[in-house]
């Protein structure tokens, strides 16, 4: 087996945690993984990963190897790769985005990025579930919120807000709510586009935070149908910022308890690592950053 592919197969494994999403990674059979992983071992004569029945943890020897193998695969990425500045980027991306805002606004971004690097491909795959990076293959990810994986490289590009909205004949019928607290007796289309409880978060007068139990009339796990509902005067709905602006903007929507908003959250660019990043992914890094970073919809105050 080819040496570079044998590191490869070690760093993709520490990387992963295991075998098996080493293998999705590398697109291989955990027995093929295994296979290569022994092969090196047998070769070097030493133990490289402790192996238990939850979890595979490195040895001295292969924390040191691995070390060495980056700074190997990354010169060798670099040795076969165009010179930076040429604009001659190959191979190919994968990036994940949520659905609807990977519609509206991520996918301009790759397309716009793929007509200045002919040479890419680019998968981009929506999904409002956060896909593991390392066990999907993927080089780039949007998030919307907090991060759990504080090993991500991480690139602030604005920020949205969780918004209570209505349609303006509703509110014309059932009047404007002016507290949180009288959210229960109206009216709520509840729009799950992930598990969660159904309860909506507000800031409290004075800080802190107060939390509404909700009684949905109409649940639904698509947004754009949960809107379609809510334009058509079934109820109010909490949805983020960027996907109900154009609504508001147009007077379809009307934007209430905006003193009650819980804090905006981060829209993010992540990547795995910062270390040795290959040329095509810190190129889309920055493309991204740019063209994300001019959405007035990521704005503070937006919409």
């Known amino acids: ?69 980056r700074r190997v695969l990354a010169d060798y990425e670099a040795a076969v790769s165009p010179e930076p500045g040429d604009g001659q980027l190959r191979g190919r991306l994968a990036i994940t985005a949520p659905l609807v805002f990977g519609r509206r606004h991520v996918t301009p971004v790759v397309t716009s990025f793929l007509d200045l690097h002919p040479g890419l491909g680019i998968d981009l795959r929506l999904n409002d579930r956060n896909l593991d990076m390392i066990e999907e293959g993927l080089d780039v990810a949007v998030r919307i919120g907090p991060l759990a994986d504080s090993s991500l490289l991480v690139r602030k590009v604005g920020e949205v807000r969780r918004i209570t909205v209505a349609a303006p004949d509703y509110l014309a019928r059932h009047g404007v709510p002016t507290l949180p607290a009288e959210l229960p007796e109206r009216q709520v289309v509840l729009i799950l586009t992930r ?39 079934h109820g109010l709905t909490r949805a983020l910022s960027y996907q109900v602006a154009d609504d508001i903007a147009a007077g379809r929507l009307v934007r209430i308890l905006r003193a009650f908003e819980p804090a905006p959250l981060p829209v993010q660019l992540v990547a795995p690592t910062g270390r040795l990043m290959p040329a095509k992914v810190r190129a889309f890094l920055d493309h991204a950053a740019a063209e994300l970073g001019r959405l007035a919809v990521l704005q503070p105050d937006a919409p």
């Open 1 to 69: 087996m080819d040496r570079l592919d044998e590191l490869a197969v070690l760093v993709a494994v520490l990387d992963a945690g295991g075998l098996a999403a080493a293998g999705r990674r590398l697109r291989r059979s955990p027995a093929a993984v295994t296979r290569s992983l022994a092969g090196l071992e047998a070769r070097l004569g030493t133990r490289l990963i402790e192996r238990t029945t939850r979890r595979l943890a490195p040895t001295e020897a292969g924390r040191r190897l691995a070390d060495q193998a």
């Open 195 to 233: 598990p969660e409880l159904e309860d909506w978060r507000f800031r409290a007068p004075g800080g802190g935070e107060e939390v509404v139990r909700l009684t949905p009339r109409l649940t639904i796990s698509d947004i754009d149908a949960g809107l379609a509902a809510v334009r058509a005067g």
